[in-house]
Nanobody
Framework: QVQLVESGGGLVQAGGSLRLSCAAS????????MAWFRQAPGKERAFVAA????????YYADSVKGRFTISRDNAKNTVYLQMNSLKPEDTAVYYC???????????????WGKGTLVTVSS
């Protein structure tokens, strides 16, 4: 059974940092793309960042480029999202997702975690 479990969310002041983790289990993800999405209150879920497990290639939404970094730890089967210079508009539930085709679009993600809440105070 595939499981994606997010952790690391919390309350932080603007300008601060958080690191989110996504522990993946239940199968090999070596051919997958892993991604982070977020959903702010009253808004649609939106792409944040993605990484291709095999190549390490990374992709970012324009709104987080230069502030967020996605990475993976093969030994731990874990994907991370390092978030620096956080802004109040980064407040959202952050979801980890996995796509077996290696694409990075929301519609092709077939596995999702339950999310972790990040709140950035001004």
């Amino acid at each position: 059974q595939v499981q994606l479990v997010e952790s690391g969310g919390g309350l932080v002041q603007a300008g601060g940092s958080l690191r989110l983790s996504c522990a993946a289990s239940g199968r090999s993800f070596s051919s997958y793309a892993m991604a982070w999405f977020r959903q702010a209150p009253g808004k649609e879920r939106a792409f944040v960042a993605a990484i291709k497990w095999s190549t390490g290639g990374t992709y970012y939404a324009d709104s987080v480029k230069g502030r967020f970094t996605i990475s993976r730890d093969n030994a731990k089967n874990t994907v991370y999202l390092q978030m620096n210079s956080l802004k109040p508009e980064d407040t959202a539930v952050y979801y980890c997702a996995a796509d077996p085709t290696g694409a990075t679009t929301e519609s092709t993600m077939i596995y999702w975690g339950k999310g972790t809440l990040v709140t950035v105070s001004s």
